[in-house]
T-cell receptor, first 112, second 112 residues
């Protein structure tokens, strides 16, 4: 069974550009989470989808970030326009109901 | 607000020696507690979790953790460390399900 897959693994963009991160959860997992780790800081919660609905987006830093999960399958996280402070590792996780969350390898985003 | 403190940023132990990684949390209710590990180039992997019941929890790879409510601690232990245990370890508390608040992480180095 495939795990949680994230694309790309690395992305380097210039300040002001747009970047879209993708997460493919484990098949059948209704719950999908996005987290972010800024350099040297804790991993922080961004938002939680249940199927295609945003259950909790309390961790989204500002309106430059847009997350979608069309059809309740894969999810995208768009940053537009990117700022220097957006650099970090973005993790996606998925789970069935309240059971164990499985994390992807993360996308390392560098904004220069 | 919930918070997790991992006081040790780096720990170095000799192969075969015992290990204890510290974790303290702040949470109003009975917490869901987790330990995750991230090996180089890998995603976060769940080592063990505590939801209720026995306060000594056994996990994968020979790890265990003990929940001590009076000390608000959930320290991770392993009796004999292997070189392959070198990684970064994260303690986390669950607000609900898999909405997690992470500590800053502890980097474990194993010397031969």
């Amino acid at each position: 069974e495939a795990g949680v897959t994230q694309f790309p693994s690395h992305s380097v963009i210039e300040k002001g550009q747009t970047v879209t991160l993708r997460c493919d959860p484990i098949s059948g997992h209704d719950n999908l989470y996005w987290y972010r780790r800024v350099m040297g800081k804790e991993i922080k919660f961004l938002l939680h989808f249940v199927k295609e609905s945003k259950q909790d987006e309390s961790g989204m830093p500002n309106n430059r970030f847009l997350a979608e999960r069309t059809g309740g399958t894969y999810s995208t996280l768009k940053v537009q326009p990117a700022e220097l402070e957006d650099s970090g590792v973005y993790f996606c996780a998925s789970s069935q109901q309240e059971t164990e969350a499985f994390f992807g390898q993360g996308t390392r985003l560098t904004v220069v | 607000a919930q918070s997790v403190t991992q006081p040790d940023i780096h720990i170095t132990v000799s192969e075969g020696a015992s290990l204890e990684l510290r974790c303290n949390y702040s949470y109003g209710a009975t917490p869901y507690l987790f330990w995750y590990v991230q090996s180089p180039g890998q995603g976060l992997q769940l080592l063990l979790k505590y939801f209720s019941g026995d306060t000594l929890v056994q996990g994968i790879k020979g790890f265990e953790a003990e929940f001590k409510r009076s000390q608000s601690s959930f320290n991770l232990r392993k009796p004999s460390v292997h070189w392959s245990d070198a990684a970064e370890y994260f303690c986390a508390v669950g607000e609900y399900g898999n909405k997690l608040v992470f500590g800053a992480g502890t980097i474990l180095r194993v010397k031969s």
